[in-house]
């Protein structure tokens, strides 16, 4: 796993070992930016579940003016500091080592993120339940892209307006996709 572009570019990123995480690919992360390109320089980004921290990490290389990583682990904790403290960008993050939703709910700033990115672990209804606090957070807007990493077998049917989400965009892989939402206000 490494950064695919920017001021980090090629670095080698630590991963945590076993099961406990997941990391996105670099093929996936790399389409996932592509995709982001033109949305990133400049952002604040959200990234939830972060694992070995590395899509917080890409956007920080690629241009984002800040960070916030949130993860519940002490070793993945650990992982993303080490990770950021090698790719010389741990003063544009913020490293939050408590459950999602709990950290959500103590958000330190209600700055407007531009991007939140959800790799909550796969069909478990995090993703659900991270939306239902995401909703009428203030730190969202309609101008929010929110973007939840999950198995491509995913039903997402409950995702509209009524729930308060509109989605964009669906982009799928072989074994998972990327979901584009937008909050309805």
Do not use: W
């Amino acid at each position: 796993m490494r950064v695919i572009a920017g001021t980090a570019r090629s670095l080698p990123l630590k991963c945590v070992e076993g099961l406990e995480t997941r990391p996105t690919t670099d093929r996936i992360k790399e389409t996932l930016f592509n995709i982001l390109q033109s949305d990133i320089a400049g952002a604040r980004f959200l990234d939830l579940f972060s694992g070995s921290g590395a899509i917080g990490i890409e956007a920080l290389s690629r241009g984002a003016r800040q960070a916030i990583l949130i993860e519940s682990s002490k070793k993945c904790v650990n992982c993303i500091k080490e990770n950021l403290a090698f790719t010389h960008l741990s003063d544009k993050a913020i490293v939050m080592e408590q459950d999602v939703i709990t950290a959500l709910n103590r958000m330190p700033s209600k700055e407007v993120f531009d991007i939140v990115f959800i790799d909550a672990p796969y069909r478990q209804g995090y993703d659900k339940e991270v939306l239902r606090v995401l909703r009428n957070a203030p730190f969202i807007d309609s101008y929010t892209m929110i973007i939840i990493e999950e198995a491509i077998d995913t039903d997402f049917s409950y995702i509209d307006e009524d729930f308060g989400f509109r989605m964009t965009k669906i982009k799928k892989y072989k074994t998972n996709k990327h979901i584009f939402l937008n909050v309805v206000l």
